[in-house]
């Protein structure tokens, strides 16, 4: 059983900074790229970035790049994303998978996927 879990969503004001963080298990952790997705209301999921398992970053939407960071832990079998100068439009349900091939694709089937947790942004 693989299972993603992500943590450290919140309600924060604009300009705010979050943590967020994925822990994976009943997989070897290393073996795979991970990768950071978010769904708002009404919208596809979408790919904000992704990194290999010796820490190398595929991949930054346009949207957040500057703003935030991936980065992994390989010891601790987990995920980050730092989010800085959050804004409104960054609320959405934020989601971490492993397995992911191509990150700015909104899905593929090969991928685990996490429940979520919600980060919401005021103004």
């Known amino acids: 059983l693989v299972q993603v879990v992500e943590s450290g969503g919140d309600l924060v004001q604009a300009g705010g900074s979050l943590r967020l963080s994925c822990t994976a298990s009943?997989?070897?952790?290393?073996?795979?790229?991970m990768g950071w997705f978010r769904q708002a209301p009404g919208k596809k999921r979408e790919g904000l970035s992704c990194?290999?398992?010796?820490?190398?970053?595929?991949y930054y939407a346009d949207s957040v790049k500057g703003r935030f960071a991936i980065s992994r832990d390989n010891t601790k079998n987990t995920l980050y994303l730092q989010m800085n100068s959050l804004k409104p439009e960054d609320t959405a349900m934020y989601y971490c998978?492993?397995?992911?091939?191509?990150?700015?694709?909104?899905?593929?089937?090969?991928?685990?996927w996490g429940q979520g947790t919600q980060v919401t942004v005021s103004s």
């Open positions: 990194i290999t398992w010796n820490g190398h970053i595929t």
């Open positions: 009943g997989l070897t952790f290393d073996d795979y790229v």
């Open positions: 998978a492993a397995n992911v091939v191509n990150c700015a694709e909104y899905d593929e089937p090969t991928r685990y």
